[in-house]
């Protein structure tokens, strides 16, 4: 069983800056592609970024593309999602979830086998 506990979610006022930080237990952490992924009140879950199992790819989501940075420590078994330039709109729960098949990168919830219980983010304008 592969357990995901996110932190660092928190209150910023828009321009401001946070890290989150989601910590994996399993064995073959370092053989999982993660993933970030965030809902807001009333919409469907919108994919933010992923990377490989090695951290040598990543791909963001367009509305993040250029702000947010999704980076891993395969030895911490943590992945982080460093977000700067904060808007209104980045307000959410954000979720990180893990790949445990392939370790490539995957955009869609369907392609994720285990979830987090997810971290709010509330950007104030």
């Known amino acids: 069983q592969v357990q995901l506990v996110e932190s660092g979610g928190g209150l910023v006022q828009a321009g401001g800056s946070l890290r989150l930080s989601c910590a994996v237990s399993?064995?073959?952490?370092?053989?999982?592609?993660m993933g970030w992924f965030r809902q807001a009140p009333g919409k469907e879950r919108e994919f933010v970024a992923t990377?490989?199992?090695?951290?040598?790819?990543?791909y963001y989501g367009d509305s993040v593309k250029g702000r947010f940075t999704i980076s891993r420590d395969n030895a911490k078994n943590t992945v982080y999602l460093q977000m700067n330039s904060l808007k209104p709109e980045d307000t959410a729960v954000y979720y990180c979830?893990?790949?445990?098949?392939?370790?490539?990168?995957?955009?869609?919830?369907?392609?994720?086998?285990?979830w987090g219980q997810g971290t709010q983010v509330t950007v104030s304008s």
């Open positions: 399993g064995r073959t952490f370092s053989s999982y592609a």
């Open positions: 990377i490989s199992w090695s951290g040598g790819s990543t």
């Open positions: 979830a893990a790949e445990t098949v392939f370790g490539v990168l995957v955009t869609t919830v369907i392609g994720y086998d285990y």
